[in-house]
């Protein structure tokens, strides 16, 4: 099959003749007319109607016109996705994303990645809610959940892990729960924003659990909590995105991590396209590389018995961090609080 001609008959047919559609390919008149008619002999019929004052499709002109439109678009598209793929990343990123983790690792990736892409500029807006992609005009959504909207396509970057916790000092003081059902006697403080039943959820060998918790502390801000727990004042529910500095450190400790509470991930969002712009692939491919499993938060403190960090430990991190100097670099900075 003559690909060249069935390009040629489209336009020739879109045109509605052989000058209309030798101007619009950038050819002669003549090349149109003889890639026409070579077409023509090849599938062993007449296409167009011919006369000195206009052109017409025949009955199976038409029928092939519509299958060779398709052909073209597609090969366009193809181009076109070849020519996306390996364009300059550039323009405004316009996203959103979580305040939490915004602010604490977001925040100190930005300068790396627009140092790597400087014809880019990222417009983010930070915030709790889920934004309307489509009618508030985002590129893309940064986001932690547990179940998808419609119509969304959804990458995953990384886990989102949370571990009942609180400073060495309480346990020492209060004693250390053993089974989620230990909690009701401790000092929640609870996360109301996302837990108004004040239940918390865990699964395990044996099945769900969901343990009531109560205390002083009510809360509706997650990093609020977070200070309320380093001051000592309560037994908490937090995501290891937050505490992880701190059972790095050794200033939280995590307890009942046999017990999983219920699946969280963080993803990034976008509109269905068959044309993903350079600058949203890079950024996606960035914070991927970035927060590649095990997240650098969840790197360097135990999980066995609830124990805080320790030589093990910090020598399993110290590997981490010697592992790629770019890297490293980077992720060191972004544990800070």
């Not at 604490?104 to 990645?113: D, K, T, V």
């Not at 880019?120 to 986001?143: K, S």
Request: glycine content about 6%.
């Amino acid at each position: 099959m003559n690909l060249v001609g069935i390009g040629i008959f489209a336009r020739v047919a879109e045109a509605k003749g052989f000058s209309a559609a030798a101007r619009k390919l950038g050819i002669s008149k003549s090349v149109v007319s003889k890639e026409v008619a070579k077409l023509e002999e090849s599938l062993g019929a007449r296409l167009l109607n011919r006369t000195t004052r206009q052109l017409s499709l025949t009955e199976v002109g038409a029928a092939f016109y519509d299958h060779c439109a398709r052909i073209v678009q597609e090969a366009e598209e193809a181009a076109l996705l070849v020519d996306r793929l390996h364009a300059k990343p550039r323009g405004v990123l316009k996203c959103t994303a979580p305040v939490a983790f915004a602010t604490m690792h977001i925040a100190a990736a930005l300068p790396e990645f627009l140092a790597q892409y400087p014809e880019v500029q990222v417009d983010m807006t930070v915030g709790d809610r889920f934004f309307d992609l489509a009618d508030e005009g985002f590129d893309l959504a940064i986001r932690i959940a547990r179940e998808l909207p419609p119509n969304i396509v959804a990458r995953k970057l990384a886990p989102i892990n949370r571990v009942v916790c609180a400073t060495p000092e309480y346990f020492e003081k209060h004693g250390v729960p053993a089974v989620p059902q230990d909690l009701a006697g401790h000092n929640c403080i609870v996360y109301t924003h996302a837990n108004p039943d004040s239940l918390w959820r865990f699964k395990s060998p044996e099945g769900d659990i969901a343990v009531p918790v109560r205390g002083n502390l009510r809360l509706n801000d997650d990093e609020v909590i977070w200070q309320a727990v380093l001051g000592g004042l309560g037994i908490s529910l937090l995501p290891t995105f937050t505490v992880g500095k701190d059972l790095q450190s050794g200033r939280l400790r995590a307890v009942l991590t046999e017990y999983t509470p219920g699946e969280r991930n963080l993803y990034a969002l976008y509109l269905p396209n068959r044309h993903l712009s350079a600058k949203v692939r890079v950024f996606i491919d960035f914070l991927l590389e970035r927060y590649e499993a095990p997240a650098y938060w969840d790197r360097g403190w135990s999980t066995l018995s609830g124990s805080a960090a320790g030589p093990a430990d910090e020598r399993v991190q110290r590997q981490d961090k010697t592992a790629g100097a770019t890297k490293a670099k980077s992720r060191s900075r972004d544990t800070a609080p």
